[in-house]
């Protein structure tokens, strides 16, 4: 067992350097990057927080100028733009080095978590994510025991009822959610019960209520229950497992009695 964890665990470094790596190069291949969005902010006149922004820096006449020199550049919103302004902003986001640089430099700053700026937030990436990560944690930790809360149940009564209405029934369900995408559901979830055109019932964000601090313990219990409920049962709703046919628990029996050193049954 011991092997086995530590070969899982192993196995995580190969998978994160693929996802890093395979989405690193899906950043410099696809349009729309954080340069040609600095370029989109200057032509609707939009340079805050964009180098040279402000009365000292390049105002949008002389970014305008250098049509001609700049027709044939890389970035195509960049069609009428100062080839000085574009090569600024391409240099603030690093752009301007070699590919393989780029990609050696996201690794060792991996490494040392440091993930940067946002390109969006007025924050670091990692001060966001340290943000997001309670809220985050409480929602997975929940989903995951209501998921094993019910799902294990319903996959051993559905093995040993294998063919029976409640089989039938209960597939049907199972498989209208696992076809309703997660996001759309809670979209759904919201409509209906979250003041959108039927009922009212829950809220429609945050995590507790404005007057939190101020209620009794009992009272923050349920105003804490009350928040997570629509977007627990968003998660929830594609997380049921089941077994595949009544053979499972078969192959499950078998394993068992295997792992327990049983000699095998004689047939006849």
């Known amino acids: ?8 665990l192993l196995l995580i470094i190969p998978t994160l350097w693929a996802i890093i790596t395979i989405n690193f190069f899906i950043v410099q291949i696809a349009p729309g990057g954080p340069v040609d969005q600095a370029i989109a902010a200057i032509e609707f006149g939009d340079r805050g927080g964009l180098p040279g922004a402000g009365d000292g820096g390049m105002g949008a006449s002389h970014a305008r ?14 069609r009428g733009l100062d080839p000085e302004v574009i090569a600024e902003i391409t240099h603030r986001y690093g752009f301007d080095k070699p590919l393989h640089e780029r ?6 700053d991996y490494l040392r978590f440091d993930f940067g700026d946002s390109l969006f937030r007025s924050s670091s990436v990692l001060q966001l994510i340290k943000d997001s990560l309670p809220v985050s944690i409480t929602l997975g930790l929940w989903s995951t025991l209501i998921i094993y809360l019910v799902s294990i149940p319903l996959g051993i009564r559905k093995a040993v009822s294998n063919g029976s209405h409640f089989d039938v029934w209960s597939s049907t369900l199972i498989i209208i959610g696992y076809a309703i995408p997660a996001f759309l559901f809670a979209i759904l979830l919201i409509v209906i019960f979250a003041g959108g055109s039927y009922f009212d019932l829950f809220p429609l964000r945050g995590l507790v209520s404005a007057n939190f601090d101020s209620l009794p313990w009992y009272q923050k219990i349920l105003d804490y229950l009350w928040h997570i409920t629509l977007p627990v049962l968003a998660t929830v709703i594609g997380g049921f497992c089941r077994p595949h046919d009544a053979d499972q628990k078969t192959a499950f029996l078998m ?7 049983l000699p095998p049954a004689p047939r006849g």
Do not use: E, Q
């Open 1 to 8: 067992m011991g092997a086995y964890l530590l070969r899982r």
């Open 65 to 78: 100028t250098g049509v001609s020199n700049i027709s044939d550049g890389h970035y195509r919103g960049g």
């Open 103 to 108: 990609y050696f430099k996201m690794l060792g």
């Open 255 to 261: 394993r068992s009695a295997s792992s327990t050193w």
